[in-house]
């Protein structure tokens, strides 16, 4: 009982700090119907800054703290007043939430630049020793965070509850657009919930400090965690946070001791997956919701610009053929493996881009999928020494089932609640990575994969290798630019742009969009199996949740809803740290800048800026294809 008690304060110290940062994800969602994934991004930064004060600096803890929660707040909110703000004006809720994972992608390779890739540890307040309640021993570090937590619930119910300012801050939850005509600057306010948000984060980040390792990832696990919790208790209610979060940090605690700290993560995201079917809102209702007869989605998509198909044939064909003779131009083995690596992410961005670009399901667990192909792949080629493409296809089939499974879930989901279910799929397959050790190799990975053969030939060099993707691409892109320009295609469109209306207009909506789904698990699969077996190798650093957050930039960088636009993005973030390797550092950094640049400015990515400069040097306009599928065509497709 005596361990029982001690394990269990330590999960509500955790669960204290994972219920802070829930706090400032629910606050900012009930203003603006949006998410913020940067939250925990700042949370470390101010950490980091604590720590620079304190131990790089000298200045006494009374002096480095408040400064570093300041600075912090103060930097937040320059980047909300600049990235934030303008976006909730232009992009979808969903295009906010990916341009948050923009920001957090910033914050990470911000810290990685200056303060590297070691860990850091400050140490606590309030001395080493801990307090003693009879056997129990309690850190002292605990109280400040149960403090500071305290301190960060109290003072948001007051000012939501007793204040003018709390009162314009509710009217903006329940009604932005009845808010604004009754006077209230909703952008204003929506800055002002996105700093006190920043300033919950940052409090957290510099008492949570000693307790933990500061690395320059350490912000998405805070991320993370909070995200979850908040989905868990209910992401519109302050007091549903708290619950999430608390209940996350003892699930957490207790899984680490009495079961296996390789799956308590995954434990804790069943157990979110269990809550995603039961009730999507969450445990706990919310007080204030927003009112349904407002659209959370009128900032519709774009246009993808495309070329007049006179130009588009004879272009494709030039690129081809320019794909063709690059490895005879291409000396360096490293550029040629990087051209290998840039091929094979393509497949799976041609999958992300049909399930996000076309049918407008948010997905944040793409490399979840290559993971399972890459693994069953990769464990069938060694153990049972089954030929590569038969072991691709099991991939493929196991992906699959796992996709049908999982679809029970997302398939009843939108917007930020089908984000957070594949995010959490994506969360579950990387713990599952990392602890089934005799199937995967567990952290250290996956060794041993043979290169893939086919017919007695052996794709072995990275010449060949990309050959063989190559020929792959250009089928698949072939087949589902037909796809797309087909009654499916349209049908896809006419559910990104409005459900109910295609459902109205008599479009299976739940076929459709496990048709698209599938397609992108699919080639996600075979993406990770060839992945496997071109590096012989595969660990969960490949494919974890990090890399699904670089495909989803890739494809905003390259262009939504064009196909062939992922190839820009992949190359592009694929090539530069190895042609510029000296700047390898900045990559991070300059991956989440491009994010977020292409969202705010350049909504038609890399390849739409190409298609419309082609066009002008061609002198011809480039044909706007609207997201949104005509009445007849979705009468038809269906």
Request: proline share 4%; net charge positive.
């Amino acid at each position: 009982m005596l361990e029982f008690i001690q394990i269990a304060i330590g999960g509500l110290v955790v669960g204290s700090i994972y219920a802070a940062i829930a706090l400032g994800f629910s606050l900012v969602f009930r203003v603006t119907g949006a998410i913020n994934l940067s939250q925990g991004g700042f949370a470390l930064i101010a950490a980091m800054i604590g720590y620079t004060f304190a131990a790089s600096w000298g200045w006494p803890l009374v002096l480095a703290i408040p400064a570093a929660v300041v600075t912090t707040v103060i930097a937040g909110v320059v980047l909300a007043r600049f990235t934030f703000v303008p976006a909730l004006a232009r992009l979808s809720n969903a295009n906010v939430l990916m341009l948050t994972a923009g920001l957090l992608t910033m914050i990470e390779g911000f810290s990685l630049v200056v303060w590297g890739s070691q860990p850091y540890a400050t140490p606590p307040f309030s001395g080493e020793q801990p307090a003693a309640f009879g056997a129990i021993l309690v850190p002292t570090q605990a109280f400040w965070v149960f403090g500071a937590t305290a301190l960060s619930i109290a003072a948001l119910w007051y000012l939501i509850a007793r204040t003018s300012l709390g009162q314009a801050l509710r009217a903006c939850a329940e009604n932005p657009a009845a808010a604004s005509l009754m006077g209230i600057d909703v952008p204003r306010m929506t800055l002002f919930a996105f700093g006190l948000a920043t300033l919950i984060a940052a409090l957290s980040g510099v008492i949570v400090a000693p307790t933990t390792s500061l690395q320059f990832d350490t912000g998405r696990l805070f991320t993370i965690s909070g995200f979850v919790a908040a989905a868990i208790g209910g992401i519109a209610s302050f007091p549903g946070a708290v619950i999430g979060g608390l209940f996350l940090g003892l699930v957490t605690q207790l899984s680490t001791a009495y079961i296996s700290s390789l799956f308590s993560s995954a434990i804790s995201l069943l157990i979110l997956l269990i809550v995603l079917i039961w009730r999507p809102q969450g445990l706990v209702q919310a007080g204030v919701v927003r009112r349904q007869d407002t659209r959370e989605e009128v900032r519709a998509a774009g246009h993808a610009a495309k070329l007049p198909d006179h130009l588009a044939w004879p272009l494709a064909a030039l690129a081809v053929i320019a794909a063709l003779i690059v490895p005879f131009i291409v000396s360096d083995n490293g550029i040629m493996s990087s051209l290998v690596i840039a091929a094979i992410l393509f497949m799976a961005l041609m999958g992300l881009d049909v399930l996000m670009g076309y049918a407008g399901q948010v997905s944040l667990g793409q490399a979840g999928f290559m993971a399972l192909g890459g693994y069953t792949s990769g464990y069938l080629a060694i153990t049972y020494e089954i030929a590569p493409v038969l072991s691709i296809f099991a991939g493929i089939g196991v992906s699959l089932a796992c996709a049908l499974v999982l679809s029970m879930v997302t398939l009843r989901l939108r917007g930020l609640y089908l984000a957070l279910a594949t995010l959490a799929f994506g969360l579950l397959v990387d713990s599952c990575a990392v602890g089934f050790l005799d199937i995967t190799g567990g952290p250290s990975g996956l060794v041993g994969i043979p290169s893939f053969s086919l017919a007695g030939f052996s794709f072995a060099s990275p010449r060949a290798m990309y050959y063989l993707v190559l020929a792959l691409d250009v089928v698949i892109l072939l087949g589902l630019v037909g796809a797309m320009r087909s009654g499916f295609g349209r049908a896809l469109k006419a559910i990104r742009s409005d459900q109910m209306a295609a459902a109205a207009l008599g479009i299976n909506t739940v076929r459709y969009k496990l048709a698209a789904f599938l397609i992108s698990v699919t080639l996600a699969s075979l993406a990770g199996s060839l992945y496997a077996f071109f590096f012989n190798f595969l660990s969960p650093e490949m494919v974890g949740t990090s890399r699904s957050l670089e495909l989803v930039a890739m494809l905003i960088i390259g262009g939504e809803s064009t196909l062939a636009g992922g190839l820009f993005g992949a190359l592009l973030l694929t090539l530069l740290p190895v042609l510029f390797a000296p700047l390898a550092i900045y990559k991070t950094f300059a991956s989440g800048a491009l994010l977020v640049a292409s969202f705010l400015h350049l909504p038609q990515g890399m390849y739409g800026a190409l298609i419309q400069l082609i066009a002008r040097l061609g002198g011809s306009r480039p044909s706007a294809s609207q997201n949104a599928g005509t009445a007849k065509a979705g009468v038809q497709a269906s």
